[in-house]
């Protein structure tokens, strides 16, 4: 055979090793906490996976990072929320098993809030259904168990013993970790451009770095979720949420042992004041001080370009909700902070296979600011999704029936 022969010959072995490198089971779009849970199930299961991300693993871009996230079971939006959480808890716990490491801190959970409003009916609601423990505190001011705090005499106090909070960007990084060690390829500061489904059957992704093929596609995009299911983008509103981390007077009374964590209806301000006491940084790192912001639709961006400086007004309004709830919370300002939220127009998750693809392509989006303590089950779900084509977790009030 001649050298000609020969180059073809290489050419051919070349393209036959590329297209091999390039060839994955699943393709996971977007490697936030969602995505790298995603990762982790699928490669645990002894499937090829890579998983894109544009910006490094974590980031602050988006939706899941700032040191501290709520989990509670007592859940107002929804009660059939309650059976995705006690398996959430669950794969929480395995993965603190797998990696020694604490990942789920039990406060407590304060709401605070007028009977009627919605928040509180709808912590009684899933409590009683799923029988969360939930204890009434005591209103009298000499008996008060959290004297830190200040709410209107016709405000009602209810204390979830068993929730917490979790550490997402530690998580993602656990769960990034773990998938890679279980054989999974993730890519960092990569960008995808566009996917499309093959002819016969899976996808093809095109990113700013290479093109990639696999039997499935999953999207766990975030705020970028629209760019890549046009035909969700209109039920997804990216909004910008602002946090605050400020030194109290008196730190002690605020730190991470004396107070739970809180959720406090703001009858002056849409919306709900949150926040978690202050975090030891030699265990939690920063930033430093007592976290507050507000659970409620911000300024509607575009996660492209999204303005990160916070305003004077935008800081005053979280300074004056927790002087009026807090007293003595407040010294001075010391970390201003911007996240995203993706909202649904029912504040309800969408987990799915996307119409119109033959289960080729699975979607999780419009998290719709709550969505990170599902994570560690929202990555069983999508493996299940994406590998076996069903799952028996009861996600049927998220499909995308409603929308489409």
Not at 64 to 93: C, M, T
Not at 245 to 261: A, M, R, S, T, Y
Not at 297 to 308: C, L, N, T, Y
Not at 375 to 391: H, R
């Amino acid at each position: 055979m001649g050298k000609n022969s020969d180059c073809v010959v290489m050419d051919v072995q070349i393209k036959a090793s590329n297209a091999e490198h390039n060839s994955f089971d699943v393709i996971v779009l977007g490697v936030g906490s969602m995505g790298s849970a995603t990762c982790f199930h699928l490669a645990r299961r002894g499937l090829k996976v890579l998983g894109l991300e544009q910006f490094s693993i974590p980031h602050d871009q988006g939706s899941h990072a700032g040191q501290s996230r709520i989990i509670r079971k007592a859940y107002f939006e929804h009660p059939d929320y309650v059976p995705l959480l006690e398996r959430a808890y669950q794969n929480w716990q395995d993965l603190e098993k797998l990696t020694d490491t604490p990942l789920y801190h039990e406060t407590g959970l304060l709401y605070y809030g007028p009977p009627e409003d919605d928040m509180m009916q709808g912590v009684k609601l899933s409590a009683r259904t799923y029988d969360v423990p939930l204890e009434v505190l005591n209103q009298d001011p000499n008996q008060n168990k959290f004297p830190q705090i200040s709410v209107p005499d016709h405000y009602e106090g209810l204390l979830e013993p068993g929730a917490g909070f979790l550490p997402p960007e530690r998580a993602i990084l656990l769960y990034t970790d773990q998938a890679i060690k279980h054989g999974a390829v993730i890519k960092t500061q990569e960008k995808v451009l566009s996917w499309e489904k093959n002819p016969g059957g899976g996808v093809t992704v095109i990113s700013d770095k290479g093109t990639y093929h696999a039997a499935k596609l999953v999207i766990t995009a975030g705020p970028w979720a629209g760019h890549f299911i046009p035909q969700l983008k209109p039920k997804l509103q990216v909004t910008r949420q602002v946090l605050a981390w400020v030194i109290p007077k008196n730190p002690q009374p605020f730190e991470l042992g004396q107070l739970p964590c809180w959720m406090i209806v703001d009858e002056v301000n849409p919306g709900i004041l949150y926040g978690f006491p202050i975090m030891p940084v030699g265990q939690f790192n920063g930033p430093i001080g007592f976290k507050a912001g507000y659970h409620v639709p911000g300024q509607v961006s575009d996660p492209d370009r999204i303005d990160r400086e916070v305003s004077q007004e935008e800081e005053q309004k979280i300074i004056d909700a927790l002087l009026r709830f807090f007293p003595e919370s407040y010294q001075s300002t010391h970390v201003l902070k911007t996240c995203l939220y993706t909202y649904t127009p029912d504040e309800n998750f969408v987990i799915d296979f996307l119409p119109g693809f033959d289960q080729d392509v699975v979607i999780a989006a419009g998290f719709s600011g709550h969505g990170f303590k599902f994570a560690s089950v929202v990555g069983e779900i999508l493996a299940d999704l994406s590998a076996k084509g069903a799952t028996a977790l009861p996600i049927g009030f998220l499909n995308t029936s409603r929308f489409f």
